[in-house]
């Protein structure tokens, strides 16, 4: 059975950090790009960013560039988000995704989610 749980999220004052963590079993986890999405009441699932199987190469939405990093540690197949300076609008839920491919930006194309966890900006 594949599982991806993503943890780390909770309530911040705007411009605070959080640091979201998503632990993946059931796959060869190297194998896969991994991706994070979040989603907000009212609106459809939007692309945060994504790194390589290797992790040697990260993309990110233009709205979190500079404030938001991805990593992964393929030996304890995890992938995280540490988000810094977070604003009101970072508020929703943060879901991780793999892909076992390079569309790294639509959500459509990922074969396996996690169920999400919810994150809170407050100003």
């Known amino acids: 059975q594949v599982q991806l749980v993503e943890s780390g999220g909770g309530l911040v004052q705007a411009g605070g950090s959080l640091r979201l963590s998503c632990a993946a079993s059931?796959?060869?986890?190297?194998?896969?790009?991994m991706g994070w999405f979040r989603q907000a009441p009212g609106k459809e699932r939007e692309f945060v960013g994504a790194?390589?199987?290797?992790?040697?190469?990260?993309y990110y939405a233009n709205s979190v560039k500079g404030r938001f990093t991805i990593s992964r540690v393929n030996a304890k197949n995890t992938v995280y988000l540490q988000m810094n300076t977070l604003k009101p609008e970072d508020t929703a839920v943060y879901y991780c995704?793999?892909?076992?491919?390079?569309?790294?930006?639509?959500?459509?194309?990922?074969?396996?989610w996690g169920w999400g966890t919810q994150v809170t900006v407050s100003s």
């Open positions: 059931g796959l060869t986890f190297s194998s896969y790009s």
């Open positions: 995704g793999a892909q076992f491919g390079d569309d790294y930006d639509a959500a459509s194309l990922y074969d396996y």
């Open positions: 790194i390589s199987w290797s992790g040697g190469t990260t």
